[in-house]
C-alpha cells in the first residue's frame, strides 16, 4: 500500500524552534516526528511514499534519504505551501489509481492502521476524542457516515485517513493554496459519502510548542 505524508507546512506557531529545523523534522522521544510516523507505517506494510516538502524541504530530503527500510520514496516540491488539499491534487500523477493511506508529519500515534479498510470508494477517516484544544471537535458519526452537527461534535479528525485519489480529479484545475478539509472533505460529507471509524489509542497533534512538551512529557513516561 502506498501512504502520502503531508510535511510542507510552515511551522509557525512552533517558532522559534522551527526558524531553522522544519517541523517534521523536531524530535520526540530520540526521533523526529516524520520518521516516527514513517516507522509506524511501515511496520503495517506501507512500502512506498509520497511526501510533499516546501519550507526546509531539502532538510527532510536529506534526513528521509538515509531510511534504508523505505523501498520507494517520492519527494514532491511545492515553491510555496499549496495547502492539505492542494498538495494531494498536486501529487495526483503519483497517487496511482488505488486508495492510499494519508497522514501529516506533525502528530503522535499509536492508531491501529489494522482497522482502516483497504478499499473506499471516497475516503474513510479516523476519529480521535476532542483534545483541550478542540473541545468542540470536527464531526461525529453515525452509522459509520461522518456528520458534521452546527454545535458540538463528538471527534476530532486525526490526520490520518484513507483516501481514493479519484476524489482528487474534481479539482485538479483548482488555484493553490486550498485545503482539503473544507474545499474537498466538507462537500463530500454534506452528502453521506464519507465513513469513519473511532480509535481511543494515543494522539496528539504537535502543532505548537506547548503541544510539543505534552509529547514529550507522555512519551517520556511510557518509557
Known amino acids: ?59 527532510i530530503k536529506e534526513a528521509l534519504q538515509s531510511m534504508d527500510r523505505i523501498s520507494k520514496i517520492i519527494f514532491i516540491d511545492e515553491p510555496f505551501p499549496y495547502g492539505t488539499g492542494g498538495a494531494l491534487v498536486n501529487a495526483r500523477d503519483f497517487l496511482g489509481s488505488d486508495p492510499f493511506i494519508l497522514s501529516t508529519a506533525d502528530i503522535i500515534f499509536d492508531l491501529s492502521f489494522r482497522q482502516l479498510p483497504p478499499n473506499v470508494e471516497t475516503v474513510h477517516l479516523v476519529a480521535v476524542k476532542n483534545p483541550e484544544h478542540n473541545q468542540g471537535g470536527d464531526f461525529s458519526i453515525k ?25 482528487l480529479d474534481a479539482h485538479l484545475s483548482r488555484e493553490y493554496p486550498f485545503d482539503l478539509w473544507n ?9 453521506s459519502m464519507i465513513t469513519a471509524h473511532f480509535d481511543d489509542s494515543l494522539w496528539i497533534d504537535v502543532g505548537t510548542v506547548d503541544r510539543l512538551k505534552l509529547a514529550r512529557r507522555v512519551l517520556k513516561d511510557e518509557n
Open 183 to 191: 474545499t474537498v472533505l466538507k462537500p463530500l460529507i454534506a452528502k
Open 143 to 167: 452509522e459509520n457516515f461522518v456528520l458534521i452537527k452546527d454545535e458540538m461534535n463528538d471527534f476530532t479528525y486525526s490526520g490520518v485517513s484513507v483516501i481514493n485519489p479519484n476524489i
Open 1 to 59: 500500500m502506498k501512504a502520502m505524508i503531508l510535511a510542507a507546512g510552515l511551522g509557525s506557531r512552533m517558532q522559534p524552534i522551527t526558524n531553522k529545523i522544519p517541523k517534521p523534522l523536531i524530535d520526540v522521544g530520540g526521533i523526529s516526528l516524520i520518521e516516527r510516523s514513517i516507522n509506524q507505517l511501515l511496520a503495517f506494510g506501507v512500502n512506498e511514499f509520497v511526501i510533499n516538502v516546501s519550507y526546509l524541504g531539502d532538510q
